[in-house]
């Protein structure tokens, strides 16, 4: 059974443009949860979609968006970069919307210059 | 004052040593508590999840949970160089998975 799985795998970007990042969750998962992983500063928690729909976002400006398709993949965008947006974006799919286990994709590493 | 908060090591122990990582935490409300293992690129992976208080039992893994004291604590017995990675304590006070709090993680090095 093939894992939750990422692209890219690097992203090199300038501030102010926009950064796009996919996912893919593993087969018969329907969520999907993005997270910022800062050096430092653990993985801290960006949306979670299930079905579809947005479930719940944390702590991040709106330039933080995304969506979920119809196979349930889904994608992140992050508009108008700032340095500090520099971190590991992970990808992790779930097949409850509760406490169920949670599989983590291998990441995007994106760097603003 | 975050609300777990985990000693980033590095850690480095010999082949074969038992290995303590643990994390404190400031919200009583936290009930459900995990430990992620993480290598070098990759993704997090689940290790242990207790819900409430007391220890689980998973092999060479002991995960235990002290909510008077708000600790908890991953215990690694025999420890293999395998086991060098990041290991990142995770809790939240909801049963839905995107009120978890991580913690910054601890490096760990198994040394031969």
């Known amino acids: 059974e093939a894992g939750v799985t990422q692209s890219p795998t690097h992203l090199i970007k300038t501030r102010g443009q926009q950064a796009t990042l996919r996912c893919s969750p593993i087969?018969?998962?329907?969520?999907v949860y993005w997270y910022q992983q800062a050096l430092g500063l653990g993985l801290q928690f960006l949306l979670w979609y299930d079905e579809g729909e947005e479930r719940n976002r944390g702590n991040f400006p709106p330039r933080f968006s995304g969506r979920q398709f119809p196979n349930y993949s889904s994608e992140l965008n992050v508009n108008a970069l700032e340095l500090e947006d520099s971190a590991l974006y992970l990808c992790?799919?779930?097949?409850?919307?509760?406490?169920?286990?949670?599989?983590f994709g291998p990441g995007t590493r994106l760097t603003v210059t | 004052q975050k609300e777990v908060e985990q000693d980033p090591g590095p850690l480095s122990v010999p082949e074969g040593a038992i290995v303590s990582l643990n994390c404190t935490y400031s919200n009583s409300a936290f009930q459900y508590f995990m430990w992620y293992r993480q290598y070098s690129r990759k993704g997090p992976e689940l290790l242990m999840y207790?819900?409430?208080?007391g220890n689980k039992e998973d092999g060479r893994f002991t995960a235990q949970v002290d909510k008077s004291s708000k600790y908890i604590s991953l215990f690694i017995r025999d420890s293999q160089p395998s086991d060098s990675a990041t290991y990142l304590c995770?809790?939240?006070?909801?049963?839905?998975?995107?009120?978890?709090?991580f913690g910054s993680g601890t490096r760990l090095s198994i040394r031969p």
């Open positions: 992790a799919s779930s097949s409850r919307t509760g406490m169920g286990e949670q599989y």
């Open positions: 087969s018969g998962h329907t969520s």
């Open positions: 207790t819900y409430s208080s």
């Open positions: 995770a809790m939240s006070a909801y049963s839905s998975a995107s009120k978890i709090i």
